[in-house]
């Protein structure tokens, strides 16, 4: 949506602001603030970044009042296009970056959206307290998109996703005024805080949320087990779960992860090792070590090449950056990767892992797959070279199979990362046209003009597929391959 903003308007925007920093229109600033880490782009008219809820408010007000779109950014982490503008304004909260109380005595923190979640866990640690919703972005990404995606990571297999820790929010609406929405001790009313968490900017904008800080665990153990086969290491993890212990996380690695983070970090796997498996598991002392061994019991028994407990914080350490920068590592395999976020049930992992690999073998395109094995989150990436032409056809078409491939075995099409732009125009493999539309309803009571993430997250009726204004992946004429992300 481009909608022409005069320069009389631009000098209104950049009194609210204060400062001609803050309100960036250069082509750079624009092409820079274009993508998120997905693969998807696209230019914003103006990037704003308001330093107070107050001057948020008036920059949204601002924008009904000029008839422009709003796309609110955090740290642009997202994995599904989420903060990718919609033209418009780009609308980034990161200047809003207070944690402004903690009461250790109701275990509760007061955030604004920009705080980015690993220092809220460092800022609670003195209290022994930590925030649990654990991205593997978390030295990067912000409250607020955590908010907006429903993120989840590693140890929200024992904690929830962000959903469960989330109190109380403010939140400024469509027309720039500001609401409270509230969910403890037990929302009174509609359950307003859980329709905000995971709306993904299509609502409103996070600018307050109180958040529930967990106490740390008197001990922890974490276990690392080498597999021959994923398959073998996904059977293990349901007999762990099955066998009643419930661990903090249970986090898969596939070879080809495991070949980019042993390139990253220096790493020796040998070679017979297909999948490695991280088991952490935490309490009191008693209940830790118990648990502890029995998981190692269960990995041996489940056909695993080996079993390590690590014995310093160190090596808890060192399994844990491999598996949380195994992304950001698969860089060494290939210039590009496309990463799915599917949900299956557990007890279909094991065949849904040899099905992920066919597909890529079937498209000529090698897979690397890590996985919360123990929510069923697989995180299967599709790793390309951008330049090579007509790569990205069957890197689309690959990911289209893998996302019906969840489907049929009874799962879903995101588990973390949301639908953003990329899944959108699947949600008609999950949903009912009438589910859609009732989703298009509560869209258009909070947000009348369409004016908050309007293309994302929910597919306009009746369209099955769209072409994207514009994909990372595809190198736009004219632009320098380095110009646009291709060392992922
Ligand atoms: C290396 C890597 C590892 C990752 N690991 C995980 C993982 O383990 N688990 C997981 O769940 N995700 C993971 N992600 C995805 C991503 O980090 C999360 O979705 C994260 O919550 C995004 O936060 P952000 O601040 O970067 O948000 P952005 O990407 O800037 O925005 C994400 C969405 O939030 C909206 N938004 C942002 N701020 C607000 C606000 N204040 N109010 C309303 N809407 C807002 C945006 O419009 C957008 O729709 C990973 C990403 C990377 C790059």
Request: glycine share 10%.
């Amino acid at each position: 949506m481009t909608v022409s903003i005069s320069a009389d308007a631009l000098r209104e925007l950049i009194a609210i602001v204060g400062d001609g920093r803050y309100v960036q229109l250069k082509v750079d600033d624009r092409y820079v603030h274009g993508s998120d880490a997905s693969v998807e782009w696209a230019e914003p008219q103006v990037v704003v970044y308001p330093g107070s809820p107050e001057e948020v408010r008036a920059v949204v007000a601002w924008a009904a009042r000029h008839g422009l779109p709003v796309t609110p950014r955090g740290a642009g982490t997202g994995l599904s296009g989420g903060a990718v503008p919609s033209g418009g304004v780009l609308l980034v909260l990161t200047r809003l970056d207070r944690i402004l109380d903690i009461d250790p005595q109701a275990r509760t923190a007061r955030v604004e959206p920009g705080v980015v979640n690993l220092e809220l866990s460092e800022a609670a640690e003195p209290f022994g307290l930590f925030y649990a919703p654990d991205p593997s972005s978390q030295p990067a990404c912000t409250i607020g998109g955590n908010l907006a995606e429903n993120s989840g990571g590693p140890r929200c297999l024992a904690y929830g996703v962000t959903s469960n820790h989330v109190r109380r929010l403010m939140v400024v609406l469509a027309d720039g005024s500001e609401v409270e929405l509230s969910a403890a001790p037990d929302p009174l009313g509609y359950d307003l805080v859980g329709l905000f968490v995971g709306s993904e900017g299509t609502l409103g904008v996070a600018v307050e949320a109180e958040v529930r800080l967990v106490p740390r665990p008197e001990a922890i153990r974490t276990l690392s087990a080498a597999f021959p086969e994923m398959a073998l290491a996904a059977e293990a993890v349901n007999r762990v779960l099955l066998a009643g212990v419930r661990p903090v996380a249970l986090e898969l690695m596939d070879r080809a992860t495991l070949d980019a983070v042993g390139q990253a970090f220096r790493e020796a796997v040998p070679p017979e090792v297909k999948a490695l498996l991280i088991a952490e598991v935490a309490g009191l002392q008693e209940e830790a070590d118990w648990a502890a061994g029995l998981c190692r019991s269960i990995f041996a028994e489940s056909g695993a090449l080996a079993v390590e407990l690590a014995a310093t914080p160190a090596e808890r350490d060192r399994l844990w950056r491999m598996r949380k920068r195994a992304r950001g590592a698969l860089g060494r395999l290939a210039p590009n990767y496309y990463v799915h976020d599917i949900t299956v049930p557990r007890h279909a992992l094991p065949a849904v892992l040899v099905q992920v690999e066919a597909i890529g073998r079937k498209y000529g395109l090698r897979m690397a797959t890590y996985l919360h094995a123990g929510d069923g989150n697989l995180h299967p990436n599709i790793l390309f070279d951008a330049r090579e032409p007509g790569v990205f056809d069957r890197v689309l078409a690959a990911g289209e199979e893998i996302l019906g491939l969840a489907v049929e075995a009874g799962g879903t099409l995101s588990g973390e990362h949301g639908i953003g732009l990329e899944k959108r125009d699947y949600l008609g493999l999950v949903f009912a046209e009438a589910d859609l539309e009732a989703m298009r309803k509560v869209k258009r009571a909070f947000d009348p003009a369409g004016r908050f993430n309007p293309d994302k997250a929910l597919p306009q009726p009746g369209i099955c597929r769209e072409v994207r204004p514009g994909v990372k992946g595809r190198v736009p004429e004219g632009k320098p391959a380095a110009e646009v992300g291709l060392e992922g």
